[in-house]
């Protein structure tokens, strides 16, 4: 079992920055691949970026690609995305997930690919 805390959610201005993060306790971090995901009202939870379980591999959407950046930090146990140059269509509920597969660039947009779930962060773009 893996449990998934995320935080550094927040209200930010067009243009602003965030920096989220994820904790993971439980089974070995390193095991799994971790994906970032979000929910914005009214509509379905759709894929941000993926990162390898060592972190030499990244996936983005291409609505993300060259603002965001997801790492990770194995002896932390944390997997984090960098925003930048945030937009109001950023805003959502982020979710960090956990994979314990490999994943192609096409699947690792699959929200059904992924075992654990964290409870989400709110992020709000104000224009």
């Known amino acids: 079992q893996v449990q998934l805390v995320e935080s550094g959610g927040g209200l930010v201005q067009a243009g602003g920055s965030l920096r989220l993060s994820c904790t993971a306790s439980g089974r070995t971090f390193s095991s799994y691949g971790m994906g970032w995901f979000r929910q914005a009202p009214g509509k379905e939870r759709e894929f941000v970026a993926r990162v390898s379980r060592i972190g030499g591999v990244t996936y983005y959407a291409d609505s993300v690609k060259g603002r965001f950046t997801i790492s990770r930090d194995n002896a932390k146990n944390t997997v984090y995305l960098q925003m930048n140059s945030l937009e109001p269509e950023d805003a959502a509920v982020y979710y960090c997930?956990?994979?314990?597969?490999?994943?192609?660039?096409?699947?690792?947009?699959?929200?059904?690919?992924?075992?654990?779930w964290g409870q989400g962060t709110q992020v709000t773009v104000s224009s």
């Open positions: 997930a956990a994979d314990a597969r490999t994943a192609s660039p096409y699947e690792a947009r699959a929200t059904s690919r992924y075992e654990y």
